[in-house]
């Protein structure tokens, strides 16, 4: 259980190349993750070569996490491969709608945390991208991805060359609701959000923005109102596009 209390990111990593076989071991383990009715609605790409990579991080606002990493796995909702099959076993398909976009991403969402915790668990470091979601066009265009595939995440491999502090947890108290949900009153946001205030380094990111509080940090500099309403139309633009109309 020590893992999991102590694990942590890793966006810093040795110039040190991870074995093939080791990869293609932790993916292959990780596929035993559950899925909407075993239907496995996911592809993994595996990116090794330095001049594709080079080519994604436009789409990463090249984070050092992906342009130092040594493997870059782009996790897919995919149901090109199941339609696929569906239409050559005499059987229609009917899956370019929301429901079934949202079931391929929870797969691949499963999937990809499997990834992560299987890496870990052999000595690697990794580190998710949330940037996959800002540019999924430009990821789609280098990676050929065809109809019916999204990219939802991305992960990067490495073996540490560094040794990350603990960013801070709320208290399980903040997410746990018993029965049911109960809202929280005032009070209550007071006291979950008062230890991840008085960090260190929440209080110097409020100082180097020259923002008054925390929360100031997040909806004024770091995910703004306009760049959220940006990128949720080239997401939602670009899933159109990739045949899921709704």
């Not at 199941?82 to 499963?110: H, K």
């Not at 260190?200 to 409020?206: A, K, M, T």
Request: glycine share 4%; aromatic share 12%; proline share 4%.
């Amino acid at each position: 259980m020590e893992y999991f209390t102590s694990r942590r990111t890793v966006r810093k990593y040795q110039n040190r190349r991870i074995d093939d076989a080791i990869i293609r071991s932790i993916i292959s383990d990780a596929t035993r993750c559950p899925t909407t009715g075993n239907m496995q609605l996911y592809s993994v790409v595996v990116t090794r070569d330095r001049n594709v990579i080079d080519r994604l991080a436009p789409a990463h606002f090249s984070q050092p996490a992906l342009t130092n990493a040594d493997v870059v796995l782009t996790v897919c909702a995919d149901y090109n491969r199941f339609v696929r099959w569906c239409e050559l076993r005499d059987a229609t398909p009917g899956y370019d709608n929301f429901q079934s976009f949202m079931t391929a991403v929870l797969d691949s969402t499963i999937f990809a945390q499997q990834i992560v915790t299987i890496a870990e668990m052999r000595g690697l470091g990794t580190c998710y991208l949330g940037t996959t979601a800002y540019n999924p066009d430009l990821i789609a265009e280098v990676l050929n991805l065809p109809k019916f595939v999204v990219p939802v995440l991305t992960i990067t491999l490495g073996y540490p060359d560094e040794e990350p502090s603990d960013c801070g947890r709320l208290p399980v108290e903040a997410v746990v609701h018993d029965e049911v949900y109960h809202d929280y009153a005032d009070a209550d946001i007071d006291r979950y959000y008062s230890e991840k205030e008085a960090r260190d380094d929440s209080r110097r990111f409020v100082e180097e923005n020259g923002k008054q509080t925390l929360a100031q940090v997040f909806t004024d500099v770091r995910y703004t109102k306009d760049a959220c309403e940006h990128f949720s139309k080239v997401l939602l633009d670009f899933i159109r596009r990739q045949g899921f109309y709704y």
